[in-house]
C-alpha cells in the first residue's frame, strides 16, 4: 500500500458546497483533501450548465454557473486545497483518530473527518429509447451544453418539459438558427415566468413548438443528424430537418459506494442533524443536495450554509480540546 495522504477533512465532491466547505474549513485552520468523480471542479454547475445563469446568489445580481465554480476556487486557492479529481471514492474505513478513504485509483487518504457534499451523487443523464442513439451521442446528440457557441447558426431539436429544457431553448435561442421545442404535453415542470419567455419567443417563429409529440427516431449517417423523427399520441410521425439534438429528460442519481459505507440513506439522500449536518456516523458530515432533513431548502445558498454549520462541527474532532474564539471574516481576514 502507497503512503496515504494525511489531511484534516476529506471533502466528497466538488460542486458549490465542496468547494465553499474547503473555504470554511480554512478559516478554522483545517486542511481539506477534495475528491470528485468528474475530471473537473464544479459538479453539475460545470458539467450540465455552465453557461446558464444564476439568479439568488447572495451580491451577484446574475452570474453564471461556469463563473461561480471560478470565484469558488479562487476563494478555496489560500487554504491550498489537494484535488483528487476524475476519481470516485470507493472505501471509507474506519481507523484510530478518524477514517481512511480509498478512492478508484487506489489513493489513501488519513482524516478526522469527512464532508460528503456529493449533489445528486455520480450521475448521468436519462438516455431516450432510440435506435442507434449512441453513434450520434458527442457528435450532434447532447445532453449538456458546454459553450452556446457550439450551437451558433444550427438547427436544433429540443426534448424535455423541465427545466434544463425551457431555459436552454430560451437561451439558446439567441445564437440558433431554428429551435424546435418537443414535448408530450402542453404542461411544463419548469418554472413559469420561463415558460412565458419560450412562448413569446416561438411567436417569432425563432421556436416552433412541437406538441404533443415524443421523439421517435434518429436520421443520418457517420454520427451527423439530418433529422429527428417525432411521433404524436395517435403515433402519426415527422422529421424535423435538424442539425442536433439536445434531449433534456433529467438525470439520474446514483449514490455508488456511499450506500455502502453504513451511512443511512433514505430515497437517494442522506438524512443529517439540521444544527450539525452529521449522518447517523460520527465524524461524518453530509451538506448540499445531497443532505436531507425537515423543510430542506434545495438551493446553492443552502449548502453554502451548511458547509459552515459541518465546519464548526468537525473543529473539535481536529482540535479536540480546544477553544474555538469564532471572529467574522471582516476581522480574521485570509491568508
Not at 97 to 109: A, K
Not at 173 to 188: E, G, L, N, Q
Not at 223 to 238: E, I
Not at 255 to 265: E, K, M, N, S
Request: aromatic fraction near 8%; charged fraction near 20%.
Amino acid at each position: 500500500m502507497e503512503t496515504p495522504y494525511e489531511t484534516d477533512v476529506v471533502i466528497i465532491g466538488a460542486g458549490p458546497a465542496g468547494l465553499f466547505a474547503v473555504f470554511e474549513c480554512g478559516m478554522l485552520k483545517m486542511k481539506c483533501h477534495v475528491i470528485d468523480s468528474l475530471e473537473h471542479t464544479g459538479g453539475q454547475c460545470t458539467a450540465l450548465y455552465p453557461e446558464k445563469p444564476i439568479f439568488d446568489i447572495p451580491g451577484f445580481p446574475v452570474v453564471d454557473a461556469g463563473v461561480l465554480i471560478e470565484k469558488l476556487e479562487e476563494q478555496a486557492a489560500p487554504f491550498a486545497p489537494h484535488y483528487h479529481l476524475n476519481q470516485q471514492a470507493v472505501d471509507v474505513a474506519k481507523i484510530d483518530g478518524g477514517f481512511r478513504v480509498t478512492t478508484s485509483r487506489g489513493t489513501h487518504i488519513r482524516c478526522k473527518a469527512i464532508i460528503i457534499a456529493a449533489g445528486a451523487g455520480a450521475f448521468g443523464p436519462n438516455r431516450p429509447p432510440l435506435e442507434n442513439l449512441e453513434d450520434y451521442e458527442g457528435r450532434s446528440v447532447f445532453y449538456m451544453v458546454k459553450q452556446r457557441q457550439d450551437f451558433a447558426h444550427k438547427t436544433l431539436v429540443i426534448a424535455g418539459g423541465g427545466d434544463s429544457a425551457v431555459d436552454w431553448a430560451v437561451s439558446l435561442s439567441d445564437v440558433a438558427k431554428k429551435i424546435y421545442f418537443v414535448h408530450r404535453r402542453d404542461k411544463f415542470r419548469a418554472a413559469p415566468e420561463t415558460v412565458d419567455k419560450l412562448h413569446n419567443i416561438a411567436k417569432t417563429g425563432k421556436v416552433e413548438m412541437v406538441i404533443p409529440y415524443q421523439l421517435h427516431g434518429l436520421e443520418g449517417s457517420n454520427g451527423h443528424l439530418t433529422g429527428v423523427a417525432v411521433a404524436d399520441l395517435d403515433g402519426k410521425t415527422r422529421t424535423l430537418a435538424a442539425d442536433v439534438l439536445l434531449p433534456f429528460f433529467g438525470i439520474t442519481p446514483n449514490l455508488g459506494p456511499v450506500a455502502d459505507w453504513g451511512v443511512a440513506v433514505d430515497k437517494h439522500h442522506i438524512p443529517v442533524a439540521q444544527s450539525t449536518c452529521e449522518t447517523n456516523i460520527p465524524g461524518i458530515f453530509a451538506i448540499g443536495d445531497i443532505a436531507a432533513y425537515d423543510r430542506k431548502l434545495k438551493l446553492i445558498l443552502t449548502g453554502f450554509a451548511e458547509a459552515a454549520q459541518a465546519a464548526h462541527a468537525i473543529h473539535p474532532l481536529v482540535f479536540p480540546g480546544q477553544a474555538l474564539h469564532f471572529v467574522y471574516s471582516t476581522t480574521k481576514g485570509v491568508p
